[in-house]
């Protein structure tokens, strides 16, 4: 398994979620690292991402403030903290390794993904 992502589950609007996911030490060294998501009917959006050095970061409008992705290099492992959540983050949230050392935006640059894992925000 290369990705494995975990941390999804029932929440109340504004409340907060950690996802993480722990890569192996080639991808996490190496790759690019985000999140997608992807709700029932629509396709999937990317949500965060961090280069490969954890330098730079980059969000998708409707999370910015709300969301931060940091990585760990002790543990090869991503993270995104979820805050002030409303019902509309309700998805399944994907972990992703690009296929270069930052992560794209567009789900083709995407060379590995993790398991789904369900997040579900109650209003």
């Known amino acids: 398994v290369q990705l494995q992502a975990s941390g999804g589950g029932l929440v109340q609007a504004g409340g907060s979620l950690r996802l993480s996911c722990a890569a192996s030490?080639?991808?996490?060294?190496?790759?690019?690292m985000g999140w997608f998501r992807q709700a029932p009917g629509k396709e999937r959006e990317f949500v965060a991402g961090i280069n490969y050095r954890g330098a730079s970061t980059t969000y998708t409008d409707s999370v910015k403030g709300r969301f931060t992705i940091t990585r760990d290099r002790a543990k090869d492992t991503v993270y995104l903290q979820m805050s002030s959540l409303n019902p509309a983050d309700t998805a399944i949230y994907y972990c992703?390794?690009?296929?270069?050392?930052?992560?794209?935006?567009?789900?083709?640059?995407?060379?590995?993904w993790g398991r789904g894992t369900q997040v579900t925000v109650s209003s």
């Open positions: 030490r080639r991808i996490f060294s190496n790759n690019g």
């Open positions: 992703a390794a690009s296929r270069t050392p930052y992560m794209s935006t567009d789900y083709s640059a995407v060379q590995y």
